[in-house]
Nanobody
Framework: QVQLVESGGGLVQAGGSLRLSCAAS????????MGWYRQAPGKQRELVAT?????TTNYADSVKGRFTSSRDNAMAYLQMNSLKPEDTAVYYCKAVTWSPGLLEVWGQGTLVTVSS
């Protein structure tokens, strides 16, 4: 079993930066891909970024060039620069694990609010 805990959310002005962290615990060696998703009020949850176990990243078009995903052992990070009000959302960390069989694990989310 893997557990995920996000941190680093908060209130920031447009143009500012935040760094989200995702701490994994439990059977961390079963983690394959990790990802960041977000859900704004009244909207569906959407993909922000993914990072494979080999470090390959993938980003939503809306955040390319502004957000950077990285991971280090049991931690994953999302560096968010040039934040916009439309980035306001609850951000979730997700891990895809193999234990065996693929299983998705989600964190509880952290709120990011960008003021204009």
């Amino acid at each position: 079993q893997v557990q995920l805990v996000e941190s680093g959310g908060g209130l920031v002005q447009a143009g500012g930066s935040l760094r989200l962290s995702c701490a994994a615990s439990g059977n961390i060696f079963s983690i394959r891909t990790m990802g960041w998703y977000r859900q704004a009020p009244g909207k569906q949850r959407e993909l922000v970024a993914t990072i494979s176990s080999g470090g390959t990243t993938n980003y939503a078009d809306s955040v390319k060039g502004r957000f950077t995903s990285s991971r280090d052992n049991a931690m994953a990070y999302l560096q968010m620069n040039s934040l916009k009000p439309e980035d306001t959302a609850v951000y979730y960390c997700k891990a895809v694990t193999w234990s065996p069989g693929l299983l998705e694990v989600w964190g509880q989310g952290t709120l990011v609010t960008v003021s204009s």
